[in-house]
């Protein structure tokens, strides 16, 4: 078993790694928005967009799930990563060949006839960058994968500035801009990452493409689950209500994505320390200590957002869309129930139970449609607003319950449910404009009172292993 230093230590300099590759990327697609709606008119950006939003459907099924798989398997110390290469890159070479062949078929879809072709090379390329890019983490190498992430982004604007503000090409310049990125993805991967030498030193393995396969299965309705949880409501907003509507709510989600950034950013770190502690014994104080500093971040940052936010919106959007900001502060707070979410959803891989995590996300997109279509209709983008917020609160609390029938982790389940209600008192008085900087003050104080105590704890001992590091450097 690792060292208790190392595992810290290592989960530590992972989130480092993958917040460089992560923010980076962030602000380089921020900073595109501009030129998007500079160069292409609403129809054709909405268009563009759409191609997109059809091949991220396609790709759970074209993949048959396996992305997640091919970071369990890879880096397990049961199996060999170069096989699970190889059965990862014959599962999406199938899938690819059912793309080939369908995309004739898409022609009957009026809106992208045109672009058929377009969806068809996107898929292929997102399914092989993808494979590739998780085959990277589950080597560990995770500098090159960050390294590379950022390459993609430059690749992906340098392509846009050229297409779009240069040669004015419109649609297809937008489309092919992110193919040639995901294009030299595959490339840079191949080459840096030797997967002509894994390739080569791999060998059949049936038993292992079966284990994989069953394990992936279920992510497929996982992934579409997913898909409906973040665009049923935008659809249904725009039916039911108005696209000016649809374009309010749309502002308001822009800014809990930040948190989300801040959840895959330790995701991706955490994904890969929980397998590994899972296999060597569930080391219990570790996933203690990980919880409580991880859930003090989230919620005290969703506290001090919630709180800011409507000055902040009347800033950072045009008057057409202040009135945005009444919606922002329980979005925020349905960001930070999914942060808690993504935290015990990790477990699923690492225990191999990725059929919870199915069903889990069945569970969220069920009740999130539902709500939609009960609520929209008679309180607007509130309905949708609602809708998300306890179908994320309902995939955390499923998510929290069920791992803990399979590790034993010390939570404080009052204090949990307590520190739910907490940001959503606040959210909804800040939301409503009642006594928000009261509001605020109280949920700041409420929590950090409940949790300072474990938080503390966990950052005297991070910085114990940061002067130790530091000490070892002079020597």
């Known amino acids: 078993m690792s060292s208790s230093k190392g595992k810290y230590q290592s989960l530590a300099l992972n989130t480092i790694i993958f917040a460089i590759g992560n923010i980076g990327s962030k602000i380089i697609l921020f900073l595109l928005v501009p030129l998007y709606t500079k160069c292409m008119s609403p129809d054709e950006y909405g268009t563009a967009d759409l191609v997109f939003t059809i091949g991220q459907i396609l790709v759970p099924f074209l993949s048959a799930g396996i992305f997640s798989a091919v970071i369990r398997f890879g880096i397990s110390k049961e199996t060999r990563h170069q096989d699970v290469l190889r059965n990862s890159l014959l599962i999406i070479s199938a899938g690819s060949l059912i793309m080939l062949l369908i995309t004739p078929l898409a022609g009957v879809y009026g809106a992208i006839a045109n672009w058929k072709w377009y969806?068809?090379?996107?898929?292929?390329?997102?399914?092989?960058?993808?494979v590739e890019m998780n085959y990277l983490k589950a080597k560990e190498?995770?500098?090159?994968?960050?390294?590379?992430?950022?390459?993609?982004?430059?690749?992906?604007?340098?392509?846009n500035v050229l297409f779009l503000a240069v040669l004015k090409a419109g649609i297809p310049g937008y489309l092919l801009s992110t193919i040639l990125s995901a294009l030299l993805t595959m490339v840079l991967v191949a080459v840096r990452g030797d997967i002509f030498r894994d390739i080569k030193a791999s060998k059949r393995n049936d038993a292992l493409m079966k284990e994989?396969?069953?394990?992936?299965?279920?992510l497929i309705l996982n992934g579409i689950s997913w898909w409906v949880i973040h665009s049923s409501d935008k659809t249904?907003?725009?039916?039911?209500?108005?696209?000016?509507?649809?374009?309010?709510?749309?502002?308001?989600?822009?800014?809990?994505?930040l948190i989300n950034v801040i959840v895959s950013i330790f995701s991706q770190a955490w994904d890969i320390s929980s397998i590994k502690e899972v296999e060597d014994g569930k080391d219990t104080k570790f996933f203690d200590n990980i919880y409580s500093v991880y859930s003090f971040m989230v919620f005290i940052i969703?506290?001090?957002?919630?709180?800011?936010?409507?000055?902040?919106?009347?800033?950072?959007?045009?008057?057409?869309?202040?009135?945005?900001?009444?919606?922002?502060?329980?979005?925020?707070?349905?960001?930070?129930y999914g942060a808690v979410g993504s935290y015990f959803g990790s477990f699923y891989g690492a225990l191999k139970k990725s059929r919870l995590s199915m069903w889990s996300t069945?569970?969220?997109?069920?009740?999130?449609?539902?709500?939609?279509?009960?609520?929209?209709?008679?309180?607007g983008i509130w309905g949708a607003v609602i809708g998300t917020v306890v179908a994320y609160a309902a995939i955390a609390v499923f998510r929290t319950f069920s791992v803990l029938r399979y590790v034993r982790i010390n939570i404080n389940i009052p204090r949990y449910f307590i520190n739910l209600a907490i940001v959503a008192g606040q959210a909804v008085l800040v939301s409503v404009d009642f006594c928000g900087i009261l509001a605020s003050a109280v949920a700041a104080v409420l929590f950090i009172a409940l949790n300072y105590r474990s938080a503390r704890?966990?950052?005297?001992?991070?910085?114990?292993?940061?002067?130790?590091r530091l000490r070892k450097k002079e020597k």
């Open 236 to 257: 249904m907003i725009e039916k039911m209500v108005s696209a000016t509507a649809l374009g309010i709510y749309s502002v308001a989600g822009r800014i809990p994505s």
């Open 212 to 218: 994989m396969l069953v394990y992936a299965a279920p």
């Open 302 to 336: 969703t506290i001090a957002a919630i709180a800011v936010i409507k000055p902040f919106m009347h800033i950072y959007v045009a008057e057409e869309f202040r009135t945005a900001w009444m919606y922002v502060p329980l979005l925020l707070v349905s960001a930070a």
């Open 119 to 130: 969806l068809c090379a996107f898929v292929i390329t997102d399914l092989f960058s993808a």
């Open 141 to 159: 190498q995770n500098k090159l994968y960050t390294v590379i992430s950022l390459i993609r982004t430059l690749a992906l604007a340098l392509c």
């Open 457 to 468: 704890e966990f950052s005297a001992k991070g910085m114990s292993i940061l002067k130790s």
């Open 362 to 379: 069945l569970l969220g997109a069920v009740i999130n449609i539902g709500l939609n279509l009960m609520l929209i209709p008679v309180m």
